[in-house]
């Protein structure tokens, strides 16, 4: 993998005001301010969802008028109130009138109002309003974080309508040298990878991966990150050959092709398997338990395959501790892999246990 570096987001404000607040306002801007933040807004809902009640108390009266209506949306949603769009209408005329207007939460509000229709069912005004929002925040906020989730959700909508390519197509307008979030970029490469997948380009499936693998650790969301990874790894198993270009030099050299043109075979040198693996590996959570553990499902799989059960000390005592797993996937996973025939029927009587809670 190449060297990285951390981006900031808002969460890292929080974790700042937690280990040195709390602090007065003029502190608390100063820290904003190197962190290169503009407004509170997005500050001040990541401290509603990781319950900074102190800092929201400080910070929303610095809100504008447009702002605070937004906050309010969003700390009803968090609530779970669904019944948001007359206050989603109010919002934006608060954002549309002059004395307290806000182009870029226009936008952000009509995509809310996109997401709500959806939701009720009304697909026509839904897609209406995603790709008014998608257009203006376009023009006043390219590549800011309201554009990110206006590219998103309009993907997401597409994706739900079984508009597989029409979202191919909006990940595609997130460029991974446009300037878009690495998480954004994340994402928009995950759904990518699934859906090139889907009809058969592997390559450009395996590099999509990849690159989602390498944002989602530059934007330090783990989880993606090791989801991103065991794709590529699924995608690259049978697909590897010694003396293979590296991928990292296959994802530069990448470039569109015409219809006539063939479509890059893929081809994956075992160095970057193995590194993709190990990071994996060292970043895989040492909890077992849970009952829906797909990060753990897919890299004892993967190392089955690549015969590395043995050189992975957590493989090897979940293989031994049947009852640290709950998860009954996982569960048949391991019976089956199992080689150990007392460990085999210790597994045996924990899947019938698991199928029996699930009942």
Same mark, same amino acid.
């Given at each position: $993998?190449?060297?990285?570096?951390?981006?900031?987001?808002?969460?890292?404000?929080?974790?700042?005001?937690?280990?040195?607040?709390?602090?007065?306002?003029?502190?608390?801007? %100063?820290?904003? =301010?190197? $962190?290169?933040?503009? /407004?509170?807004?997005?500050?001040?809902?990541?401290?509603?969802?990781?319950? &900074?009640?102190?800092?929201?108390?400080?910070?929303?009266? @610095?809100?504008?008028? &447009? @702002?605070?209506?937004?906050?309010?949306?969003?700390?009803?949603?968090?609530?779970?109130?669904?019944?948001?769009?007359?206050?989603?209408?109010?919002? %934006?005329?608060?954002?549309?009138?002059?004395?307290?207007?806000?182009?870029?939460?226009?936008?952000?509000? *009509?995509?809310?109002?996109?997401? +709500?229709?959806?939701? $009720?069912?009304?697909?026509?005004?839904?897609?209406?309003?995603?790709?008014?929002?998608?257009?203006?925040?376009?023009?006043?906020?390219?590549?800011?974080?309201?554009?990110?989730?206006?590219?998103?959700?309009?993907?997401?909508?597409?994706?739900?309508?079984?508009? /597989?390519?029409?979202?191919?197509?909006?990940?595609?307008?997130?460029?991974?040298?446009?300037?878009?979030?690495?998480?954004?970029?994340?994402?928009?490469?995950?759904?990518?990878? *699934?859906?090139?997948?889907?009809?058969?380009? $592997?390559?450009?499936?395996?590099?999509?991966?990849?690159?989602?693998?390498?944002?989602?650790? %530059?934007?330090?969301?783990?989880?993606?990150?090791?989801?991103?990874?065991?794709?590529?790894?699924?995608?690259?198993?049978? /697909?590897?050959?010694?003396?293979?270009?590296?991928?990292?030099?296959? +994802?530069? /050299?990448?470039?569109?092709?015409?219809?006539?043109?063939?479509?890059?075979?893929?081809?994956? =040198?075992?160095?970057?398997?193995?590194?993709?693996?190990?990071?994996?590996?060292?970043?895989?959570?040492?909890?077992?338990?849970?009952?829906?553990?797909?990060?753990?499902?897919?890299?004892?799989?993967?190392?089955?395959?690549?015969?590395?059960?043995?050189?992975?000390?957590?493989?090897?005592?979940?293989?031994?501790?049947?009852?640290?797993?709950?998860?009954?996937?996982?569960?048949?996973?391991?019976? &089956?892999?199992?080689?150990?025939? =007392?460990?085999?029927?210790?597994?045996?009587?924990?899947?019938?246990?698991?199928?029996?809670? &699930?009942?």
């Amino acid at each position: $993998m190449s060297d990285i570096t951390v981006s900031q987001a808002p969460g890292h404000y929080i974790s700042k005001w937690r280990k040195q607040g709390p602090v007065d306002l003029e502190t608390a801007t %100063i820290w904003r =301010n190197d $962190m290169g933040f503009d /407004n509170w807004l997005n500050i001040a809902e990541a401290a509603l969802f990781l319950d &900074a009640a102190e800092l929201i108390e400080l910070i929303t009266p @610095q809100l504008t008028p &447009a @702002q605070e209506a937004t906050f309010a949306l969003v700390r009803r949603r968090m609530l779970g109130d669904t019944h948001l769009l007359q206050s989603i209408e109010e919002a %934006i005329t608060i954002c549309q009138t002059a004395e307290t207007r806000d182009l870029v939460l226009e936008g952000r509000l *009509r995509m809310e109002k996109g997401l +709500v229709c959806f939701e $009720m069912g009304d697909v026509e005004t839904a897609k209406d309003d995603l790709d008014w929002a998608e257009v203006r925040l376009k023009s006043v906020a390219k590549a800011g974080r309201e554009h990110d989730l206006s590219l998103l959700n309009k993907a997401a909508f597409h994706m739900a309508l079984g508009q /597989n390519l029409m979202a191919l197509q909006v990940y595609g307008d997130i460029s991974r040298s446009g300037g878009h979030a690495h998480e954004t970029i994340a994402i928009s490469r995950l759904g990518a990878s *699934r859906i090139k997948a889907s009809i058969g380009q $592997m390559f450009d499936a395996a590099r999509h991966a990849w690159n989602a693998h390498e944002h989602a650790i %530059i934007a330090q969301q783990i989880g993606m990150a090791l989801e991103a990874g065991s794709l590529f790894l699924e995608l690259s198993l049978a /697909n590897q050959k010694e003396g293979a270009e590296r991928m990292a030099i296959q +994802v530069d /050299n990448a470039k569109p092709i015409d219809l006539d043109e063939e479509a890059p075979v893929l081809e994956v =040198n075992p160095l970057d398997i193995e590194g993709v693996f190990n990071w994996c590996i060292d970043n895989l959570p040492e909890e077992t338990l849970g009952e829906d553990r797909p990060d753990i499902r897919a890299l004892i799989s993967i190392a089955v395959k690549l015969d590395k059960i043995p050189d992975v000390e957590l493989f090897s005592k979940i293989l031994d501790e049947p009852k640290s797993v709950e998860d009954p996937i996982l569960a048949a996973i391991c019976h &089956a892999i199992c080689l150990d025939e =007392n460990n085999k029927n210790k597994w045996s009587s924990r899947l019938a246990e698991l199928t029996l809670l &699930a009942e």
